[in-house]
């Protein structure tokens, strides 16, 4: 087995993620990322209880959601907490759906007047929306229900936090609370050799303890590396198919462009190379082992394309 050359894990691999806020011994760690992240508008959270992550539809028919991390504090406000590797088409629309979960188990079978528990879907993303690119100061983004001619919230128990962490790129001497140093350890922890004195607080010493992969048990250290493993081969073949498909695309848009007219062919072009780097994308997550289900997610298309497109 090929070891990690790292000191420390990185939290954006599914073993790292888990280690680090989704054991009962380390709960401690989720407790204050929450309590940073929600401080000016949900109080102190004083406890946690993790709930069960797989969740059924209505019916055996219905689809089922299965989140990373699902828990309830002590006044049994429901919090999911999402890590996501990779662009996905429509990942927006899978967290309003994942919210209504916690939403529907809250019905109760006898006299209820619908007073609801609050729900927090925190989404910690290892990529940028596209439709965000263009400001690159902002990556967090707190989403209610508000009235768009006033701006004022509607609803205030139905909350989304996205945070973009490719657009966090402060150094260590530019963090000014804990919330940025929560977001600075999340962003570089595998990428350093030792905790920075700015970071020498009990909290970031625990932190920094639990994800020294040196600490790691046989079967930890076979688990992490393959969920390491699992992660560069998605972001390599992301980022080769995306880079591939960037070039074959605009070399298809020249050369149409002087058939038919440069607009046309530019247009031609994107929409060949979308199709290539979407090719790409399942030729190579095939090769990392990724489900159909997985690769449909990742490029937008139906199963029945997918498996169309890995059969040509």
């Given at each position: 087995?090929?070891?990690?050359?790292?000191?420390?894990?990185?939290?954006?691999?599914?073993?790292?993620?888990?280690?680090?806020?989704?054991?009962?011994?380390?709960?401690?760690?989720?407790?204050?990322?929450?309590?940073?992240?929600?401080?000016?508008?949900?109080?102190?959270?004083?406890?946690?209880?993790?709930?069960?992550?797989?969740?059924?539809?209505?019916?055996?028919?219905?689809?089922?959601?299965?989140f990373d991390l699902y828990c309830e504090n002590e006044r049994g406000e429901?919090?999911?907490?999402?890590?996501?590797?990779?662009?996905?088409?429509?990942?927006?629309?899978?967290?309003?759906?994942?919210?209504?979960?916690?939403?529907r188990e809250q019905a109760k079978r006898t006299d209820w007047n619908y007073?609801?528990?609050?729900?927090?879907?925190?989404?910690?993303?290892?990529?940028?929306?596209?439709?965000?690119?263009?400001?690159?100061?902002?990556?967090?983004?707190?989403?209610?229900?508000?009235?768009?001619?006033?701006?004022?919230?509607?609803?205030?128990?139905?909350?989304?936090?996205?945070?973009?962490?490719?657009?966090?790129?402060?150094?260590?001497?530019?963090?000014?609370?804990?919330?940025?140093?929560?977001?600075?350890?999340?962003?570089?922890?595998?990428?350093?050799?030792?905790?920075?004195?700015?970071?020498?607080?009990q909290i970031f010493e625990r932190l920094f303890e639990v994800a020294e992969?040196?600490?790691?048990?046989?079967?930890?250290?076979?688990?992490?590396?393959?969920?390491?493993?699992?992660?560069?081969?998605?972001?390599?073949?992301?980022?080769?198919?995306?880079?591939?498909?960037?070039?074959?695309?605009?070399?298809?848009?020249?050369?149409?462009?002087?058939?038919?007219?440069?607009?046309?062919?530019?247009?031609?072009?994107?929409?060949?190379?979308?199709?290539?780097?979407?090719?790409?994308?399942?030729?190579?997550?095939?090769?990392?082992?990724?489900?159909?289900?997985?690769?449909?997610?990742?490029?937008?298309?139906?199963?029945?394309?997918?498996?169309?497109?890995?059969?040509?």
């Amino acid at each position: 087995m090929e070891e990690s050359a790292d000191r420390y894990l990185n939290p954006f691999t599914d073993f790292g993620f888990k280690k680090l806020f989704g054991e009962e011994p380390n709960k401690e760690l989720l407790l204050d990322f929450l309590n940073e992240l929600l401080a000016e508008q949900e109080g102190p959270i004083k406890s946690l209880t993790y709930l069960k992550s797989e969740h059924m539809g209505a019916d055996a028919l219905d689809r089922r959601a299965i989140f990373d991390l699902y828990c309830e504090n002590e006044r049994g406000e429901k919090f999911i907490v999402e890590l996501q590797k990779s662009k996905q088409n429509f990942f927006k629309d899978r967290t309003l759906y994942y919210a209504t979960f916690p939403i529907r188990e809250q019905a109760k079978r006898t006299d209820w007047n619908y007073e609801l528990k609050a729900v927090y879907t925190i989404a910690i993303l290892d990529f940028v929306f596209d439709e965000d690119r263009a400001d690159r100061s902002k990556y967090r983004y707190d989403v209610k229900l508000t009235d768009i001619e006033t701006c004022k919230v509607f609803y205030d128990k139905l909350t989304f936090i996205y945070l973009e962490m490719p657009k966090f790129l402060k150094t260590v001497d530019e963090l000014t609370n804990r919330f940025d140093k929560w977001l600075y350890v999340l962003r570089n922890m595998n990428r350093l050799n030792r905790v920075p004195e700015k970071l020498r607080e009990q909290i970031f010493e625990r932190l920094f303890e639990v994800a020294e992969i040196a600490r790691f048990s046989q079967s930890e250290l076979q688990s992490y590396e393959d969920s390491l493993k699992y992660y560069r081969d998605l972001k390599n073949s992301l980022d080769t198919a995306k880079e591939e498909g960037r070039l074959e695309g605009r070399e298809e848009g020249r050369l149409e462009g002087r058939e038919e007219g440069r607009l046309e062919g530019r247009e031609e072009g994107e929409k060949a190379g979308a199709l290539r780097e979407k090719t790409e994308i399942i030729r190579r997550g095939k090769e990392a082992g990724l489900s159909v289900e997985t690769l449909a997610s990742l490029t937008g298309l139906t199963l029945a394309e997918v498996n169309e497109l890995i059969n040509t």
